[in-house]
């Protein structure tokens, strides 16, 4: 039907058929049929013939005034979605937590080398999935596990995690320790994640007792800086090794089993109206290289 108004506009502003199918470059007949058509939907006549032109009838003026207001919002709606479709298509939000963050700055400073044009924001993850569905981000990075039919989950890569304690801790000489030698530790053991926290409760009384600390938190930052004040060891993502070299912290390796973390890629499963999205996927899946044991550069 909308080319059945702009015809019909068209008609109205010149006040004839033949001129208005010069304008609109199609043949008279084919002009008289769209007409036809618009007439038939409306249910009444749109011009009366006068002299060589025609005149618009009392039903066609209420219905060029529509037509020109219907014109108009489509018009709108054209540059609107073209300028969102730009714009979102040259940005690009990431949720991410910030100890990953820092070991992927090297690829995204790739990432952006590569498209100088897309614009990256960063922002930390709550809820990834729910940030997704909101569109507060377009792309979460994350180890906790949040299925969602609408969202996509992809493995993207695994980091060990290791024991970290003070400069004169009583392991501090120690290069490797077993995972159950944990239950002989006498300090207070920090843990901020989740499912190596539940996984420590499960190996018996020994370690969930030393768990249950005055001081906790989920914070890798923070529980750096609560092992420098020596208020105990953490367990912490390989990823934060290289914060961590220089300062008066130890890195000890577990083993027996050693702890993994999984980083995982979120994304909406219908993301294609934005196809920044896609080439940051296809990038981040294609440069990051598997964390291997030999990640864990200071174990001395």
């Known amino acids: 039907?909308?080319?059945?108004?702009?015809?019909?506009?068209?008609?109205?502003?010149?006040?004839?058929?033949?001129?208005?199918?010069?304008?609109?470059?199609?043949?008279?007949?084919?002009?008289?049929?769209?007409?036809?058509?618009?007439?038939?939907?409306?249910?009444?006549?749109?011009?009366?013939?006068?002299?060589?032109?025609?005149?618009?009838?009392?039903?066609?003026?209420?219905?060029?005034?529509?037509?020109?207001?219907?014109?108009?919002?489509?018009?709108?709606?054209?540059?609107?979605?073209?300028?969102?479709?730009?714009?979102?298509?040259?940005?690009?939000?990431?949720?991410?937590?910030?100890?990953?963050?820092?070991?992927?700055?090297?690829?995204?400073?790739?990432?952006?080398?590569?498209?100088?044009?897309?614009?990256?924001?960063?922002?930390?993850?709550?809820?990834?999935?729910?940030?997704?569905?909101?569109?507060?981000?377009d792309i979460g990075i994350t180890d906790m596990y949040d299925p969602n039919k609408e969202v996509h989950m992809m493995h993207l890569y695994k980091e060990e995690l290791a024991l970290v304690v003070y400069a004169d801790h009583p392991w501090a000489d120690r290069t490797v320790v077993s995972f159950h030698e944990l239950e002989e530790l006498e300090t207070s053991l920090f843990v901020g994640d989740i499912s190596l926290n539940e996984h420590l409760h499960t190996l018996g009384t020994p370690i969930a007792k030393s768990l249950q600390s005055q001081f906790e938190s989920t914070s890798t930052a923070i529980l750096i800086s609560m092992v420098l004040q020596k208020m105990g060891a953490a367990i912490l993502p390989a990823s934060s090794i290289d914060i961590l070299c220089g300062q008066q912290l130890k890195?000890?390796?577990?083993?027996?089993?050693?702890?993994?973390?999984?980083?995982?890629?979120?994304?909406?499963?219908h993301h294609y109206h934005n196809p920044s999205v896609q080439k940051c996927i296809d990038f981040l899946l294609e440069h990051i290289p598997l964390r291997t044991p030999d990640s864990l550069k200071c174990s001395s």
Request: net charge positive.
């Open 1 to 137: 039907m909308f080319r059945q108004l702009e015809c019909f506009i068209q008609i109205c502003k010149e006040g004839s058929f033949t001129k208005a199918a010069e304008i609109l470059m199609i043949s008279q007949p084919t002009l008289s049929q769209q007409i036809r058509f618009l007439e038939t939907e409306v249910g009444a006549s749109l011009f009366e013939r006068v002299g060589r032109g025609v005149k618009v009838t009392t039903d066609g003026e209420i219905l060029y005034e529509k037509a020109l207001s219907v014109m108009r919002l489509i018009e709108e709606s054209k540059k609107e979605t073209y300028e969102l479709r730009n714009a979102r298509a040259a940005k690009l939000s990431i949720g991410i937590p910030p100890m990953d963050f820092f070991w992927l700055i090297p690829h995204f400073l790739k990432f952006h080398e590569q498209y100088p044009d897309i614009t990256l924001k960063f922002t930390s993850t709550e809820n990834t999935s729910r940030q997704l569905l909101n569109s507060s981000i």
């Open 251 to 269: 890195i000890i390796r577990l083993v027996d089993p050693t702890p993994v973390r999984e980083i995982k890629l979120m994304f909406r499963r």
